[in-house]
């Protein structure tokens, strides 16, 4: 997965560029342009929540025209209709306008960097797993070669359920940059928050769009380099092949499940009983041998205590390996934990419930939720784990006694999403309101409220 890091890192300079410019632009626009109009960040997002198009600033005078009279909307009113402002209006238009051609920009260069990228990926998968192969098995058997037509064919394969690919992802996810980007450009037009905080939240948001960028390369990756294996497969006549799982502890549980099982080769699905099983999969497979003794051979697992990589016997399973090397050291481990969080002034328990002010850690079980109570036993908040194992976001049901900072929702309550990249470094975290899912997933708590 080096290439595919890579890659997205040529994608991370694409996104940077169009905010180095977007930066610029902002301060020609709400530089010494900061009134405060009396309205929160919930407030303005109520509002932006019945406008169609976020580009329109007529719309826009619609909607607040049609709030209750409040003398601050009155203000706000007047001055978008002042010849004052005007020119910075029409500049705001404007901006709105490069955003759409931005995302244009940004989906072309990441198209067609694709393109290229998975070409090659698939052609170097290809003839690597054909060399191992006949290392492996001692046959110098014969294989076609890989032809375009069956790079063009998978490059255009949907293999979700959803019938996307990955050109119509990257579209998907600079759409949902530029029209979050739109939204605080208008949330700063509102509220007057000023240039600096503005620019804090679109870098925000550039973050989260680097990271789906990111995911996508990393995912379609796994499908390419797998899709070149099973290939392989078949031109060996190799009729079946195993799961392989990471044996370390992010590994998901859908791939906990499916590791060292052996599945006909004509029967895979991606997805189902072939990797990628999810976002960021790091599973993979091997051709199966039925007169191998794969209890002489070896495979690679991290030491879930020191994080070093070891050899274990290839016929062990996920299932063998956590119980021998997890719970076999559970006691000592937790012991460590214990301490450690006793100290940090949290209490862990069976049951994945926190207690304290301090939320969970960063890392956890692998597409988890885990419950945060107070002293009290009052729930607090949930933390959300990806297929990683890495946090991506909290939602807490307080406003932690500081409602200036947390004016959201009826009691404070609100969401933050955290970005990690694939080694665990944080990349940043942004604060927002819950949404209509996010409210109904967590009714249980929010319902006496």
């Known amino acids: 997965m080096d290439k595919a890091e890579k890659q997205a890192d040529q994608f991370d300079k694409v996104y940077q560029e169009a905010k180095t410019y977007l930066d610029k632009e902002v301060n020609k626009i709400f530089d010494k342009f900061q009134r405060d109009y009396g309205l929160s960040q919930v407030e303005a997002r109520q509002v932006l929540k019945n406008m169609k198009d976020k580009k329109n600033l007529n719309e826009l005078r619609k909607v607040l025209e049609a709030r209750p009279n409040d003398p601050n909307i009155q203000r706000l009113l007047a001055d978008l209709d002042s010849p004052a402002y005007s020119f910075r209006m029409k500049r705001l238009e404007r901006l709105s306008d490069d955003l759409d051609r931005m995302r244009e920009s940004i989906y072309h260069s990441e198209k067609t960097g694709s393109d290229a990228f998975y070409s090659d990926l698939m052609k170097d998968s290809y003839y690597k797993a054909t060399f191992d192969l006949q290392q492996q098995t001692g046959l110098a058997y014969g294989f076609s070669g890989l032809p375009e037509s069956e790079i063009k064919h ?5 293999w979700v359920g959803d019938g996307s690919t990955y ?9 949902k940059l530029t029209s979050s980007i739109k939204d605080e450009l208008l949330i700063s037009l509102m509220t007057g928050r000023d240039t600096r905080e503005t620019a804090q939240a ?11 960028a990111r995911r996508l390369v990393r995912t379609e990756s796994a499908f390419f380099h797998n899709q070149m294996e099973l290939l392989n497969y078949e031109e060996a006549d190799i009729e079946k092949y195993i799961f392989v799982a990471v044996l370390d502890k992010r590994t998901s549980r859908i791939c906990q499940e499916h590791d060292n099982q052996v599945y006909d080769r004509d029967k895979a699905v991606p997805g189902v009983n072939c990797p990628p099983m999810h976002p960021w999969c790091r599973s993979t497979t091997v051709g199966y041998d039925e007169d191998a003794d794969y209890s002489k051979l070896k495979r690679r697992a991290r030491n879930p205590e020191t994080g070093k990589v070891e050899y274990v016997p290839a016929d062990m399973t996920y299932k063998e390996w956590y119980s021998k090397y997890v719970d076999g050291n559970r006691e000592s481990i937790k012991r460590k934990a214990f301490d450690k969080t006793i100290k940090d002034g949290i209490i862990v328990s069976v049951s994945g419930t926190t207690i304290g002010h301090t939320p ?11 419950q945060h ?10 933390t959300y784990y990806d297929a990683r194992g890495f946090k991506t976001k909290d939602v807490h049901f307080t406003n932690h006694k500081q409602p200036a900072r947390h004016p959201y929702g009826k009691i404070g309550e609100h969401a933050h999403d955290f970005v990690f990249d694939d080694e665990g470094k944080f990349v940043s975290r942004s604060t927002r309101e819950l949404t209509d899912d996010e409210r ?5 708590i929010l319902w006496r409220y």
């Open 440 to 444: 109904k997933e967590n009714q249980d």
């Open 154 to 158: 998978l490059q255009s394969f949907s």
């Open 202 to 212: 679109i870098a925000e948001r550039f973050n989260v769009g680097q990271n789906d």
């Open 373 to 382: 109570n107070a002293t009290n036993g009052d729930v607090l908040g949930r």
């Open 167 to 175: 050109s119509t992802n990257i579209w998907k996810n600079t759409g």
């Open 360 to 370: 969970p850690g960063k890392i956890g079980l692998p597409n988890s939720v885990v």
